[in-house]
């Protein structure tokens, strides 16, 4: 299964999320191989990749933002039309509901959005910081819950079921 965490806005949480994923699918035994690049090779990861993932803040001008990689992915599929692609909802801070504004953006932009919502925790910080993933560097927080529930779904959209662990849905995603 390839992943494509994508989408042209910096600071969504790529990076943060790949690397979360990777480590969780590591400890389910997969064997795992982690790209983080910049700029054109987004695109080239269109072209190779399963599922393209749309990290995006729960603001109305996080999905704005989403709109160009939109024409991106529609690009991406007019050679690929089984890519997959949909959104997920990362940094959510608090109980805060996904904003009106950015809720009709991702509507309107077709792509599903994944149940699985990351929230805006300190540990997705200090596990980067410490070389690892939450599962691994803190595996009772709800930060990584959210990557294995993050993973199952993804793996539940690719095989039809996760490969391990409990998959739980998580409330209505924005
Ligand atoms: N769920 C989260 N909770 C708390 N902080 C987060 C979360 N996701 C990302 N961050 C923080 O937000 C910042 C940006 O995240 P990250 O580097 O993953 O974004 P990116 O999309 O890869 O950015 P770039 O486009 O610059 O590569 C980092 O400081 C990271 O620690
Ligand atoms: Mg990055």
Not at 20 to 48: F, K, N, P, T, Y
Not at 129 to 153: H, K, M, V, W, Y
Request: aromatic share 4%; glycine share 10%; net charge neutral.
């Amino acid at each position: 299964m390839i992943i494509a965490l994508t989408g042209q806005k910096g600071g969504a949480g790529k990076s943060t999320t790949a690397i979360g994923l990777a480590v969780a699918a590591v400890e389910r035994a997969h064997r795992v191989l982690l790209v983080d690049a910049h700029g054109d090779i987004q695109r080239s990861a269109l072209m190779v990749a399963d599922i393209a993932v749309l990290p995006c803040g729960p603001s109305a001008a996080d999905a704005w933002a989403l709109t160009a990689t939109l024409d991106v992915i529609g690009e991406a599929r007019t050679l690929r039309e089984h890519l997959k692609a949909c959104v997920l909802i990362t940094r959510k801070q608090g109980r805060t509901a996904l904003g009106k504004g950015a809720r009709d953006v991702l509507a309107a932009s077709g792509l599903p959005v994944l149940s699985t919502e990351l929230g805006f925790r300190v540990a997705y910080q200090e596990a980067i910081a410490a070389g690892r993933g939450p599962t691994t560097f803190s595996p009772r927080d709800a930060a990584a819950s959210e990557i294995r529930n993050l993973l199952d779904e993804l793996e539940i959209l690719f095989y039809g079921q996760e490969t391990s662990g409990c998959y739980a849905t998580q409330a209505a995603a924005g």
